[in-house]
C-alpha cells in the first residue's frame, strides 16, 4: 500500500460521496467494518454537494495511513478521519471519525454579517486609521 494508492483511494470515496455511490464507500470498508455498515454511512453527511482530501498523513510507521476528507452537505462542512490500512493487498478503510463539523447556516450568517459591517462602513465614507 502506497501513499499514492490512499490518495486516490480517498478521492475516489470523495467522488462517491458527491455523486451519492454509498455501494462505492462501502465497498473500500473492511471486511469488519462492512458488517455493520449502517454505523459509517450514519456518519456521512448526505447528500454530499462537495468533498475533496484535504490531507493525508503516513501513521504507524507506514502500515496506516490517515486521510481527512473536507466534505459539505446542503446543511453542514465536516471533516471526516479516514483510517486505511492494508488488507490482503489494497488498502482499505478500517476507521471513520469525525474531526471537526459545523454548520453552513452559522458560516453564512457570519459571512453575511461581516458584508453588512463592511457596506455600512463604505457607506458611511469613514477611513480607519492609526493615529
Not at 18 to 42: T, W
Not at 53 to 67: D, F, I, P, Q, T
Amino acid at each position: 500500500m502506497t501513499e499514492d494508492e490512499v490518495r486516490e483511494r480517498s478521492g475516489t470515496i470523495c467522488r462517491a460521496l458527491v455523486a451519492g455511490d454509498i455501494g462505492q464507500v462501502v465497498a473500500a470498508l473492511s471486511d469488519e467494518l462492512q458488517r455493520n455498515p449502517g454505523e459509517v454511512v450514519a456518519m456521512l453527511p448526505l447528500p454530499a454537494v462537495a468533498a475533496e482530501v484535504g490531507r493525508l498523513e503516513e501513521s504507524g510507521g507506514g502500515a496506516a495511513y490517515v486521510a481527512v476528507l473536507d466534505v459539505t452537505s446542503e446543511t453542514e462542512h465536516l471533516e471526516l478521519q479516514v483510517r486505511w490500512k492494508d488488507r490482503n493487498g489494497e488498502p482499505r478503510i478500517v476507521e471513520v471519525s469525525h474531526v471537526s463539523r459545523r454548520a453552513r447556516e452559522a458560516e453564512a450568517d457570519a459571512e453575511a454579517a461581516a458584508s453588512e459591517e463592511a457596506r455600512l462602513a463604505d457607506d458611511s465614507g469613514e477611513v480607519a486609521s492609526e493615529a
